[in-house]
């Protein structure tokens, strides 16, 4: 199939169309009939993990169409030592300490550039990779949409009512049912890394590893709250996997990483926020390895509402909020270099993926 084409997919777990039909009355029906078939989610939680060398193989069940392989061992990636990179000069960051993710190893971690010499920390709940001059509190003046989500009590909120009213605003299906779906996108870079990129209080970033379809779980945000929270809710949780599981403060548009090197990175109910799509999503195109998965979940603006006059400006100009079409969605992963947009749909609500060309 020719890269760069947006595709229908027609494998075992899912089928869905590229521009789905905007008429859809019922999502469950809409997702139950057009892109799950009986077989698809529950053969997931039957998948098994081994650890190899440097990365994770998953093994098939004896079923061969309700069931996962990732054959290729090349193409998922790389030894996550040395995965995080200077937010400066992308050149790989060098650890002071023991390299190791973990939760429990945060506190104390240090790592610096050798080409800056600038040297990043981790505190009590995350990594901070912020590119910051020598004094504190000179973070850049970020825009609303970005600063909205540092307040203490917005983290608070966000997972205790705050992120439902996404179902009843937009016609967010829930992260039980996001989850599910973006599972499907997932799916040819299971084993690997993931990098959940704007992860809130760690509504996803959570999901991922107590699946264990992951190697390693970045969890990364820009608010040092939202990271507190995601923190905070893990070590309530009893037999959370704390190992292979960070969480890192850095800026969608400056990612810690060395090029190349993550396996998918995923951004939910994040796009809207940032206070440059476009460069953000040319940003997680140079972190993501040939073959790497974006998948994203977002609210759209078009229909009707895309005609009132200057609406995505003034929502632009006051807050930074960008909500965009599937066009332009579609438009920015292809400018990045990002092939096979596909696309679902449901009111505001849109779930897109789209891969690095290998
Ligand atoms: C609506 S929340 C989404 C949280 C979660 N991913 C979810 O699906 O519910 C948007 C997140 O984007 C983060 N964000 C906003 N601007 C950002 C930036 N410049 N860099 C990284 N994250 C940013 C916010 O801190 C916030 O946690």
């Known amino acids: 199939m ?3 084409t947006t595709t229908f997919i027609t494998n075992p777990l899912f089928s869905l169309s590229p521009r789905t039909p905007s008429k859809i009355t019922s999502f469950n029906h809409f997702i139950t009939t057009r892109f799950f078939s ?4 529950p053969s997931l939680s039957s998948l098994q993990l081994r650890p190899s060398s440097s990365m994770f193989i998953v093994h098939a ?5 309700d069931s996962i392989s990732i054959e290729n061992e090349k193409e998922i990636s790389h030894s996550s030592a040395n995965l995080l990179a200077c937010p400066v000069c992308y050149q790989p960051l060098t650890w002071i300490t023991d390299p190791r993710f973990s939760i429990d190893a945060i506190p104390g971690s240090t790592l610096q550039c050798s080409t800056c010499q600038k040297t990043y920390a981790g505190n009590q709940t995350h990594i901070d990779l912020i590119t910051t001059g020598e004094t504190k509190n000179n973070d850049e003046p970020m825009p609303l949409s970005t600063e909205l989500f540092r307040l203490p009590l917005v983290s608070y909120l966000y997972e205790r009512g705050w992120r439902q009213t996404f179902t009843i605003l937009g016609g967010f299906p829930g992260a039980e049912k996001e989850f599910e779906i973006m599972k499907g996108f997932l799916k040819p870079v299971l084993g690997g890394n993931i990098l959940d990129a704007s992860c809130g209080s760690g509504l996803f970033s959570k999901l991922f590893a107590k699946s264990g379809l992951f190697s390693l779980v970045v969890a990364l945000d820009y608010s040092e709250n939202m ?3 995601c923190y905070e809710f893990i070590q309530q949780e009893e037999n959370f996997p704390k190992e292979n599981f960070t969480l890192v403060r850095a800026d969608i548009s400056k990612l810690p990483f060395v090029s190349n090197s993550i396996d998918a990175v995923h951004a939910g109910a994040a796009i809207h926020c940032w206070p440059s799509p476009s460069a953000a999503i040319a940003e997680i195109t140079r972190v993501l390895r040939p073959g ?3 998948v994203a979940t977002t609210f759209v603006l078009d229909g009707p509402l895309s005609y009132v006059p200057f609406l995505n400006q003034i929502t632009k100009n006051t807050g930074g909020f960008s909500f965009l079409s599937e066009r332009e969605l579609e438009d920015f992963c292809r400018a990045s270099g990002l092939v096979q947009f596909k696309c679902i749909r449901n009111r505001r609500f849109v779930m897109i993926s789209a891969t690095k060309p290998i």
């Open 2 to 4: 020719a890269q760069g």
């Open 38 to 41: 009986p077989l698809s989610p």
């Open 61 to 65: 069940n004896s079923n061969p169409i």
């Open 227 to 229: 990271l507190k929270q």
């Open 292 to 294: 790497g998965v974006f």
